[in-house]
Structures are given as C-alpha cells and as structure tokens.
C-alpha cells in the first residue's frame, strides 16, 4: 500500500546549521506532498507543501522539492534556530483528505 | 478564527470502557478527520467525515467509530477499551474533501491513556 518512509532521529544540530531531513514516498496515483510539524503538547502544523513534480514548497525558511524521478520530497533549512526544535513530519495524501504520514523526525537545535 | 478545538484534553479510562471525543472544526470546514499518534505506529489515519456522511475509513476494528453532525462537529468512540488504545488522538478539519492539495488543520489532540 501507499507508504511514507522518512529519515530516523533524533537530529541534533548546532544553532545555523544546515538541516536535510530526507522523505521519500511510494508513487501510486499523483500525490500532493506536505510537511507538518509538531511542536511539543501541540497539533500538527503544516509547515509547506507540493502538489505536482517540480513544484517547491518554501515557509519560515524550510524547502522541499518534489521529486517525481526520485519519490523524494527532503526537507531543508540553510540555517536552524533553537526554536526550530520540534518533530517533523512528512505525508502524502491518499483519498479525500486522508493524509499517510512517515514517522516522524525529532529535531533538536542546541544555541 | 477560532481553530481546532478537541475536548477532553486528557483521559483516563480503564481497560473494557468506552471513551467518546469531541472535535470542533473550524467554522465554515465540512470534513473531519481524526488520527491515532502512538510512539510505535506513529500517525495512522482514522476516518474523515463530511457533510455527516464517512467518507473514507483506515485499517482499525470496529471498536473505532464516529460521527459528525449537521454543524459539521465530530465525534469519535471507541469501545471496549484495550492497553494498545491509549494514544494521542488528533482531529482535523478542511474546508472540502476530494482535492488533493486540500490544507488540513489539526487540535491538539486528547490525550487517552486506558489503565
């Protein structure tokens, strides 16, 4: 079935470093693809999102390409905050809204 | 504008009782959707009502059931409570359902821990 494989954590880095978090999706149908976050003791928020190949989704700072030749949708910051910690998702949709979500990357930013 | 809104927040329930959550959509969204979030399964896609009617369902026993009713206010209830049931369950609302790029907005979640 449709599946959303994403880098293992926890990711630690120093304050302005580079970040990747890889995400790479099956290809069954023409999914859109999105990045949620979560910050602790709260919700989901959608952090960017693609919805054809090629397409680039940007906010805060975060970028994500969708790779059609790759099933790939990696995440990137050029440089991170301390207040960037937080678990990040990756997803794709599957029918209606219903959203298939990889497991998750906790990102931990050190000042 | 108000977002998400999910009551209770937390809950202790005891293994064999049934647990019934609340999710308030963000007024003018038709379609809910609620998820289960474990540190084992991760987020596993529940079910997604709009305009009273489930739409689609994920892979989860019959004990998992929901509603929504005519202002778009959803329900979720589970059943015979196990161990494995206790999860941070998220609901989230869109404005439609059927569009690939559709946004949904997520609660916060309620918290059920079954003892």
């Known amino acids: 079935g449709d599946s959303v494989t994403q880098m293992e954590g926890p990711v630690t880095l120093s304050e302005e470093a580079f970040l990747t978090i890889n995400c790479t999706y099956t290809a069954t149908g023409y999914p859109s693809l999105f990045w949620y976050v979560q910050y602790p003791g709260e919700g989901l928020q959608l952090l960017l999102k693609a919805t054809k190949a090629d397409d680039k989704g940007s906010n805060k700072g975060f970028e994500a390409t969708y790779r059609k030749e790759t099933t790939s949708f990696h995440l990137e910051k050029g440089s991170v905050q301390v207040s960037d910690s937080a678990v990040y998702f990756c997803?794709?949709?599957?029918?209606?809204?219903?959203?298939?979500f990889g497991k998750g990357t906790t990102l931990s930013v050190s000042s | 504008k108000a977002g998400v809104t999910q009551t209770p927040r937390y809950l202790i329930k005891t293994r064999g009782q049934q647990v019934t959550l609340s999710c308030s959509p963000i007024?003018?969204?038709?379609?809910v959707s609620w998820y289960q979030q474990t540190p084992g399964q991760g987020l596993q896609f529940l079910f997604e009502y709009f305009s009273e009617t489930q739409r689609n369902k994920g892979n989860f026993p019959g004990r998992f059931s929901g509603r929504q009713f005519s202002n778009s206010r959803s329900e979720m209830n589970v059943s015979t409570l196990e161990l494995g049931d206790s999860a941070l369950y998220l609901c989230?609302?869109?404005?439609?359902?059927?569009?690939?790029?559709?946004?949904?907005?997520f609660g916060q979640g309620t918290r059920l821990t079954v003892v």
């Open positions: 007024s003018g969204h038709r379609s």
């Open positions: 989230a609302s869109s404005l439609e359902t059927g569009k690939r790029d559709t946004e949904a907005f």
């Open positions: 997803a794709r949709n599957q029918a209606g809204t219903a959203l298939i």
